[in-house]
Every structure is written in structure tokens, then in C-alpha cells.
């Protein structure tokens, strides 16, 4: 993902100081490598303080780290921009926007994602006797694919977006549990609520959601944070948010499996357990 793209995906939490940061990050890219905080601060009217701020806050470790992502931009090609699908598209179009879009998704996510908080989830999901999770909408698919995921290896996994259901079985099981959340915005409030029960409950809590500051990121233990696809009248971005969300649960889920080889054993026992039966069901 492009720094420039990734800050234009939370444009509207910069303040406007950060917003008049941005303006001329955009104008000047080429020159940033080789500013100080104090040039950059001068050059954009701004303080030092909001420079450093600014580049926290949009995920780099230091202006270092910023100024060397910013230069291997410029030296690399890289897809820039969502392309959304118009009225009466042809399908060699929409093949190819779809294609594209996905591209970059793919790209941003794994540059989003965090190792060490992949490895916080992972630790914390292997810790935990039981893991609940939740998702309403189009993250509850992303919810199906974690169950289904970690179901298959034998792990104590349920899905529940009823809260009739998920706070008695939070209460109950307060010592050995691990709740992960999911809203591609950060902002559902029944998401958002069942992380502040959980918290109250001292459970701790994952969240997958897009890049940015949100309500559930804040609340989370272990925030995982994926791609931002800009939002277009179509609604294509739904469908890369979906995209960014599976690849996270992925990578997540295969970094579970490679550090115990019983979890691979049980991956492929569950493809033969479903083959057998195939084969004796259907012949």
C-alpha cells in the first residue's frame, strides 16, 4: 500500500493540522526522504510535535520508518488508486476493475498487518480453551470462515450474534475464553457493546477491522487491522473489504497451524474424514 494511500483512507480523522500535513505530503512526496521533522513542519506550516504525532498515528514506528516506506514508493509501480464499476460496464471491464481493485487490496492488507499483533492472536488463541466470536452483516462471513477454520482442528469455537445468547456464555466462562470481534468499520454498536461486556468481564478481546481509528480497535486487546478501500457509489469496496478481512483470518490462521504440527495432522485427517465419507455416501 502507498503511504499516500493509506492516509487518504482516514482522511477524515486527520485533524486539520494533520489534514494541512497531508496537502503538502502529496504535493511533495518526491522531497520528504530527505526532510527532517523540523523541515517538514516549517515547509507544511505545522508543528514538529504534529509531524511525529502524524506518523504514529498512521502506523510507522518513526519518521525513519516513514521516509523509507515513502521512498520505495516512489521506486516502485505500484496500483494507486480503487476503481469502481459503472453503470452499463462490459464484463471485460468489470473483470478487470475487479481484478485490479483486489490487487491493491491484497497488497495494502499485508502491508497493514502487523506481525506482532498476529502473534498476540495467535498466543492468545492458543491459550484459550474456548475462542466466541461475532460478526452481523457481511462479517459474519468472516466470522463463518473463523469457525469454520479453526473448527476443523478441533478447537472450542462458536459463533453468536444474539446477545441472549453470547453475554450468559461470556459470564460463564470468563477464565478460559477469548473473544474475537468482527466489523469492517469498527463502528456496529452490538459489536462494540459486546467488546465493552467482555472488558468488563476481564476477557480478552481481537478485533479485525479496517485501518483507522475506530471504537472497537480502541477497545480490543489485539487490534488487527486490515486495508481501507476507499468507498465508491457502487459498493464495489464491500467486496474488497471482505477480501482484506479473509486474508487476515488466513494469515492468522496458518500462522496457528505452523507452530504445532498435531494442528497440520488434523488439517489433513479433516480432508480425509470428508473423503471417506464421499466416497462411501456417493458410491
Known sequence: ???????????KELSPAEKKLFAYL?????????MTAEQLAQASQVSAATVVRFVKKIGFESLSDFKLNISMDLHENLPLEYSDVTLDESVAGIKN?????????????????????VIKAVDLLEQKEKIFVAGIG???????????????????????NDYNNLLPYLDNNQENCVLWLISNSG??????????????????????????????SRTADIPIQVSHPKEAPQRS??????????????????????????????IYRSREVIQEFRENFFN
Open 97 to 117: 476493475k475487479m481484478s485490479h481493485n483486489a490487487q491493491i487490496t491484497i497488497q495494502e492488507t499485508v502491508d497493514i498487518l502487523k506481525d506482532e499483533e
Open 1 to 11: 500500500m502507498s503511504v499516500i494511500s493509506r492516509i487518504a483512507s482516514i482522511k
Open 187 to 216: 463502528l456496529t454498536p452490538e459489536i462494540v457493546e459486546f467488546a465493552t461486556y467482555a472488558k468488563k468481564l476481564k476477557i480478552p478481546v481481537i478485533s479485525l477491522t479496517r485501518f483507522g481509528n475506530n471504537p472497537l
Open 237 to 266: 469496496a464491500a467486496t474488497n473489504s471482505i477480501i482484506a478481512n479473509f486474508l487476515a483470518v488466513d494469515i492468522i490462521f496458518y500462522v496457528y497451524i505452523s507452530r504445532n504440527r498435531e494442528n497440520a495432522k488434523k
Open 26 to 34: 502529496k504535493q511533495n512526496t518526491a522531497k520528504i526522504p530527505k
Open 138 to 160: 457481511a462479517s459474519k462471513l468472516v466470522a463463518e470462515d473463523i469457525v469454520q477454520k479453526w473448527g476443523r482442528i478441533g478447537k472450542n469455537i462458536y459463533l453468536d
